[in-house]
């Protein structure tokens, strides 16, 4: 296994080199969709109207790490005050390598790295609150759409307005254009600042620990399997015997490494409470240690992962093993 590590990260380290190395505009291309008529409504495939505007749904940005902080400011605020916030935040609030959009109403976007920052969701609204910024945080930790605790084949929408883009509104019975532009040279920026570097330097982080986002990921992947009439389809003793009967000669850890494909103490938990033959669930908790190797972090915390499996029961996890 580190044999195989060694020859994994430069690998991984030369991939990460190429993905930093693109300019957004490269990151992006496939990712914009055309709205048309000064709208945020999508250009249909064959119809002729005038495209006015760009979305970048950062769900399909291929490298899922390119992510975007949403300045907010406040609207009531006359434009002279909104444009020295602006400044103020580009001058004292961000390093210079980020991606820069003035946005429709004076805020900012600024586009960043998420460098393995696990946020808690795509789109983490309202994080951060001042006087007069409301901030928010969007990026690409899930791609699919989740219903009922069970990942979707659905891809999620993600979508921020790109630069050159002009929309129309209307305020006090007048009809407005409003545009948003590039403050900086956004679409040649490379290898862009990360987010943890970032929320650092502002003291603040609303980062989840990467077991909760493991979890996470296990619920959605591994949810129950809904029927189409709404309803649990629970596992036969046959395909529960199955799972249990290959619960042997696995290495189980209590923080897995996705990347090694590890297997996980709390999966193995959650699959066997979730196990209604009591006969068929006894013989796996026996499997756990009699036929599998516990690293010391799985040994240790044992008891831990019994008891959150046990809160969260979930039989087909143990088919994904």
């Known amino acids: ?12 380290a030369q991939m990460k ?5 693109k300019t957004i505009m490269e990151r992006v291309k496939n990712a914009m969709i055309n709205t048309v008529n000064y709208t945020k409504i999508g250009q249909k495939e064959g119809e002729n109207k005038q495209v006015t505007s760009k979305l970048i749904d950062l769900t399909l940005v291929e490298d899922g790490d390119l992510c975007v902080i949403d300045f907010d400011i406040n609207k009531k605020l006359s434009i002279e005050e909104t444009d020295k916030i602006r400044q103020n935040i580009i001058d004292n609030m961000l390093p210079a390598n980020v991606g820069l959009v003035k946005t429709a109403h004076g805020g900012l976007h600024a586009y960043y790295s998420r460098n393995e920052y696990t946020l808690p969701s795509n789109r983490c609204v309202k994080c951060i609150v001042l006087d007069n910024i409301e901030i928010d945080i969007f990026g690409q930790m899930f791609k ?12 999620v929408q993600n979508r921020v307005v790109g630069p050159n883009s002009s929309f129309r ?5 007048k009809r407005e254009t409003l545009k948003y532009e590039a403050v900086n040279d956004w679409a040649n920026m490379t290898h862009l600042a990360s987010l943890r570097e970032i929320l650092d330097s502002w003291n603040v982080d609303i980062e989840i620990p990467f077991k909760e986002y493991v979890d996470k990921v296990n619920m959605r992947e591994f949810g129950w399997q809904i029927t189409e009439e709404g309803t649990i389809d629970k596992m036969s003793d046959e395909i529960a015997q199955t799972c249990v009967n290959g619960l042997k000669n696995l290495e189980i850890h209590n923080y897995p490494q996705p990347i090694n494909m590890e297997v996980s103490l709390l999966s193995v938990f959650s699959g066997l409470y979730g196990i209604t033959n009591e006969q068929i669930r006894s013989e796996g908790m026996k499997n756990i240690r009699q036929y599998n190797k516990l690293t010391v972090n799985a040994e240790k915390n044992y008891g831990e992962a019994s008891f ?3 809160r969260k029961p979930n039989p087909w996890i143990l088919t994904k093993i």
């Open 308 to 310: 959150s499996g046990e």
């Open 169 to 173: 509104e209307t305020n006090n019975n």
């Open 1 to 12: 296994m580190d044999q195989f590590l060694e020859k994994l990260i430069p690998i991984a």
């Open 144 to 155: 699919y759409k989740e219903h009922g605790g069970m990942e979707q084949k659905e891809l």
């Open 17 to 21: 080199e190429e993905t930093v190395s």
